[in-house]
């Protein structure tokens, strides 16, 4: 019996330490991790260029970064403002992507977007289409 939490207590305390290295971005990963997946993603979906897919990059690479920046000038400040401050950066990235589409483009990532903003006011963010774990 000793023995058997003797290995339950080390097992937990190398997961604990594993997933303590994760860093301190609550499992979103990086900002290129992010733009990254979200490129490829519309790469499928909307069967982008490799012009149109840099730019997607970019533009997706930026918004993670001016994120993770804002994230980290608000910490303990007013929620509020931070969603409003996220949320203008979303549309501005989401300006800047549709610019860089074709008509038939443009139709269908205003539809992800609608189905997006359907899933974020619904309490459902990622996980409803996903599965709950990143991608």
Do not use: W
């Not at 994760?22 to 519309?42: H, I, V, W």
Request: aromatic share 6%; glycine share 12%; net charge positive.
């Amino acid at each position: 019996m000793k023995k058997e939490f003797l290995a339950v207590a080390v097992f937990l305390l190398i997961a604990g330490f594993c997933f303590g290295q994760r860093g301190n971005n609550r499992g979103f990963g990086t900002p290129e991790e992010n733009a990254e997946r979200t490129t490829e993603r519309l790469e499928k979906e909307l069967e982008l260029s490799t012009a149109q897919k840099d730019s997607v990059y970019s533009y997706t690479l930026e918004q993670g970064k001016r994120m993770q920046q804002i994230f980290q000038e608000n910490q303990g400040g007013d929620r509020q403002q931070l969603m409003g401050k996220m949320r203008d950066l979303r549309e501005e990235t989401d300006k800047k992507i549709h610019s860089v589409l074709n008509a038939d483009q443009q139709k269908a990532y205003e539809k992800m977007a609608e189905e997006r903003a359907n899933r974020m006011r619904n309490g459902g963010g990622r996980g409803d289409r996903r599965g709950g774990g990143n991608r």
